[in-house]
């Protein structure tokens, strides 16, 4: 299984941007998937889940009412649409996804994921 995330770039505080995640070699139809970020210097975060239903969505308390996951599983891809982008955004976002949960499992642990992608990079100009 593989995964490429797409879509980083250079925004200036207050604009958007939308990240997305293919995967390569399973369907990720019964994959709960997570997005991750890791700015310079510090430790890797996570930033939001997906159940593998899309029922069920889960986010860091700092992103809540900016970003949105989301996916579809006919693509094999997972979304992250991030407004109001601010410059403790920047890092370089990971996707993630698990092989095991139910239809409305979200892990916020690095640890319930199996695959990572090699990551997007997201830079926020104040």
């Known amino acids: 299984v593989q995964l490429q995330a797409f879509g980083g770039g250079l925004v200036q505080a207050g604009g958007s941007l939308n990240v997305s995640c293919t995967v390569s070699?399973?369907?990720?139809?019964?994959?709960?998937m997570g997005w991750f970020r890791q700015a310079p210097g510090k430790d890797r975060e996570f930033v939001a889940a997906?159940?593998?239903?899309?029922?069920?969505?889960y986010y860091r308390d700092s992103v809540k009412g900016r970003f949105s996951i989301s996916r579809n599983n006919a693509l094999n891809t997972v979304y992250l649409q991030m407004n109001n982008l601010k410059p403790e955004d920047t890092a370089a976002y990971y996707c993630s996804a698990a092989l095991e949960g139910q239809s409305y499992t979200v892990y916020s642990s690095d640890r319930a994921y199996d695959y990572w992608g090699q990551g997007t990079l997201v830079t926020v100009s104040s």
């Open positions: 070699g399973g369907r990720i139809s019964t994959y709960p």
């Open positions: 997906i159940s593998w239903s899309g029922e069920r969505t």
